[in-house]
């Protein structure tokens, strides 16, 4: 079971305040809020890997110097 799982059961479950649920599982009480703010169910709940928000491009008509170390 993922940590995030684990947290929102405890939240849901057990009756842990959002605060108590963070320390139990050493994450922020910010990130217990937005575990409780997705849906319960699916792959919300799990952990995922998101999509960049922008496409990384290369402008062709820089010239790209290498980095020097000091």
């Known amino acids: 079971m993922s940590r995030a799982r684990l947290v929102m059961t405890a939240v849901i479950s057990q009756g842990l ?6 320390r139990t599982y ?8 937005r575990l409780m703010a997705l849906p319960a169910d699916g792959e919300a709940a799990s952990t ?22 000091k």
């Open 26 to 33: 050493r994450v922020s009480e910010a990130t217990v809020s």
């Open 17 to 22: 305040s959002q605060a108590e649920a963070a």
């Open 48 to 69: 995922r890997a998101r999509e960049p928000l922008r496409e990384l491009t290369i402008d062709t008509t820089r010239d790209y110097q290498p980095r020097t170390q």
